[in-house]
Structures are given as structure tokens and as C-alpha cells.
Nanobody
């Protein structure tokens, strides 16, 4: 089992920044990748960014490239999502996911075996 706790969400004006954190505990030695997804009201969960845990290689959805940065603190078992130049369309609940499988696509939710409770991000215009 892996437990994930997100923090850092909130209300921000368009153009502003937020940094989300996701702290993992439990069987973290099994971590192959950690990802961020989001789900806006009435929409499906969508991939935002992912990082390969051991080597730190990032991957991003096209709509966040150049604005969001994913990083991890290996010693603290924590993954971060720095979000800059936020837009109202970025409003959603953001979820952290843990993936132990070394196969499958980063953007596929089914490769993630544990999820956090989510943190709300609201961007006002």
C-alpha cells in the first residue's frame, strides 16, 4: 500500500502561480512513476504531468508545456507540480497518482495503482 497526500491547492487569479505537493508514504520502494491528473467539473480525468521516479524524466500534456513543471524530492518521497501562468481553464481537482508498473503509457490512468484525495485549484478570471 502507498498513501498519497496532496496539498497546495487554492484560489488564484489568472496569470498567478501555485505549487502542489504530493507526499508518499508506505511501500514507496515500488515507485516507478508519479503523476498529476486533473478533473474539472463534468469532465473526465485528464493527464497533466508525470515523472519517472528513479531518473527524474518528466512528461507533460501539451496544454501545460512551458507553464507547469513537475519535480520530485527523492529523499522526501514527494512530487511537486509548479503551475505558472494559470488560466481559468486550469480550474479542476488535481490528483496525484503512484505507479509501480514499468509498462504502459504515462497518460493512462490505469497504470497508476494509488491515488491521493485530490486538491482543488480554482483560477479566477
Amino acid at each position: 500500500q502507498v498513501q498519497l497526500v496532496e496539498s497546495g491547492g487554492g484560489l488564484v487569479q489568472a496569470g498567478g502561480s501555485l505549487r502542489l505537493s504530493c507526499a508518499a508514504s508506505g511501500r514507496t520502494l515500488s515507485t516507478f512513476r508519479m503523476g498529476w491528473f486533473r478533473q474539472a467539473q463534468g469532465k473526465e480525468r485528464e493527464f497533466v504531468a508525470c515523472i519517472r521516479w528513479s531518473l527524474g524524466y518528466p512528461a507533460y500534456a501539451d496544454f501545460v508545456k512551458g507553464r507547469f513543471t513537475i519535480s520530485r524530492d527523492y529523499a522526501k518521497n514527494t512530487v511537486y507540480l509548479q503551475m505558472n501562468s494559470l488560466k481559468p481553464d486550469d480550474t479542476a481537482v488535481y490528483y496525484c497518482g503512484h505507479g509501480s508498473a514499468a509498462y504502459g503509457a504515462d497518460h493512462d490512468p490505469s497504470v497508476y495503482d494509488f491515488w491521493g484525495q485530490g486538491t482543488q485549484v480554482t483560477v479566477s478570471s
